[in-house]
């Protein structure tokens, strides 16, 4: 029997997963392509595109599904985070501007190239995992912060 403060996490996270794992098919099976969201929305940047209609209904769906379910079920969407919204804010596009730069996308690697068995993606999920896990240490015993 599972602590119910875990299984509290484990459901939400569970539910999460599904729901990103039939984002990213639904974009396989209905469009042939793979879901990186920072490719996705890179492109939505670029105003000439001809396929900134697929990327703007993806990104718009990703966040109409996160507002329709936090209505529905706002427990899942509580979490205690002991940072401002800035410093998280700012910590996303950094992890986003560095993914662009490398030509990768952690979701992309992470979500379809793994799920293909591509090395350079299970390479990738990796050594950013083992790297967030660096930061984390060092944030959080290190330097002595409540990361």
């Given at each position: 029997?599972?602590?119910?403060?875990?299984?509290?996490?484990?459901?939400?996270a569970?539910?999460?997963?599904?729901?990103?794992?039939?984002?990213?098919?639904?974009?396989?099976?209905?469009?042939?392509?793979?879901?990186?969201?920072?490719?996705?929305?890179?492109?939505?940047?670029?105003?000439?595109r001809?396929?900134?209609?697929?990327?703007?209904?993806?990104?718009?769906?990703?966040?109409?599904?996160?507002?329709?379910?936090?209505?529905?079920?706002?427990?899942?969407?509580?979490?205690?985070?002991?940072?401002?919204?800035?410093?998280?804010?700012?910590?996303?596009?950094?992890?986003?501007?560095?993914?662009?730069?490398?030509?990768?996308?952690?979701?992309?690697?992470?979500?379809?190239?793994?799920?293909?068995?591509?090395?350079r993606?299970?390479?990738?999920?990796?050594?950013?995992?083992?790297?967030?896990?660096?930061?984390?240490?060092?944030?959080?015993?290190?330097?002595?912060?409540?990361?």
């Amino acid at each position: 029997m599972l602590n119910p403060t875990v299984t509290s996490h484990l459901v939400p996270a569970a539910v999460g997963g599904v729901l990103t794992g039939l984002a990213v098919a639904g974009l396989w099976v209905l469009n042939g392509r793979a879901a990186g969201i920072s490719g996705i929305f890179g492109g939505v940047l670029e105003l000439d595109r001809p396929d900134l209609p697929w990327r703007s209904a993806f990104l718009g769906g990703l966040a109409l599904g996160g507002l329709v379910l936090s209505r529905l079920a706002p427990r899942f969407f509580t979490w205690d985070v002991p940072h401002s919204s800035a410093l998280l804010i700012a910590s996303g596009l950094l992890v986003g501007f560095g993914t662009r730069l490398g030509s990768g996308c952690t979701s992309g690697h992470g979500l379809c190239g793994i799920s293909r068995l591509s090395g350079r993606s299970i390479v990738a999920t990796l050594v950013f995992m083992a790297l967030g896990m660096v930061a984390v240490f060092v944030l959080r015993h290190a330097l002595g912060g409540a990361a």
